[in-house]
């Protein structure tokens, strides 16, 4: 019988080059989560970089990294398979890298909140959750805005490469989970409370951790497609050689 086509497909991890580069992350998402509790719980290390709810932290930086990297692959994927699936993929990558690195989030919510507020002043009983409001409206517009370059360039792609695109894509739906609705949660609980840091490090953490397995995909299969055109390039060396080295018959 054949094999039932997959929607998801995350085998590569467990190809040597994906396997390597997710162990070797999650180890530095470990050690980043380990050393902000560090931090708050004992006060060392000393330095607010270690801090995972600050801006310009260790882990923001990491995070940026990752972020980059996709970027950096899926253009390579995009080139390699003909496919603008994972263009779409590496233009939202860099969407949100460029919207959380100059903190648009907050600079345009902060403006959009307030004409939030002017228009719907019930929304003022909200609380703590009205400062918000501006802020998820934007991320909500980034958010459409990616979903639906990734929709439209995902219906005109291939089988195999709607799989592996949204095998990646799954771990930023992952990631915005964290970023929105944990975020909205931890807003409830005042700065410095247990609250606070066990959201901290469920929201900044998770971001972290979610994002890990879309850099090892998006790097085993820029991998795995590098080496295929080799191995059709050799195939067809191989053949022509072997062509070239018949000779016809000659008759007796």
Known sequence: ?????????FRALRRSDGALLLVLFLLVDA???????????????????????????????LMYVKLGWITVLGILLARRRRTAVFGAIAAGS???LLEDALILHERIGWHL????????PALAGLG????????????????VTIVVLFVVSFLRAGPVDRRDALSIAVFFVAVGFFALVV????????LGSPGDLFFTVLEDGGELIALTPAVALAFAFAAESASTPDQDQDST??????LSGLRPRQRA
């Not at 909140?113 to 719907?120: K, P």
């Not at 400062?131 to 909500?140: I, K, S, T, Y």
């Open 1 to 9: 019988m054949p094999e039932r086509r997959r929607l998801l497909d």
């Open 237 to 242: 060396t191989i053949s022509s050689t072997r």
């Open 113 to 120: 909140n307030e004409g939030v507020l002017d228009a719907l």
């Open 31 to 61: 050690a980043i989560v380990a050393l902000h509790l560090s931090l708050k719980v004992f006060g060392t290390p000393a330095g607010e970089a270690f801090d995972l709810g600050v801006d310009r932290s260790y882990g923001e930086m």
């Open 128 to 143: 703590i959750l009205s400062v918000q409001l501006g802020e998820l409206l934007w991320l909500g517009v980034v958010g």
């Open 183 to 190: 975020d909205t949660a931890h807003s409830l609980f005042a």
């Open 94 to 96: 860099l969407l949100l």
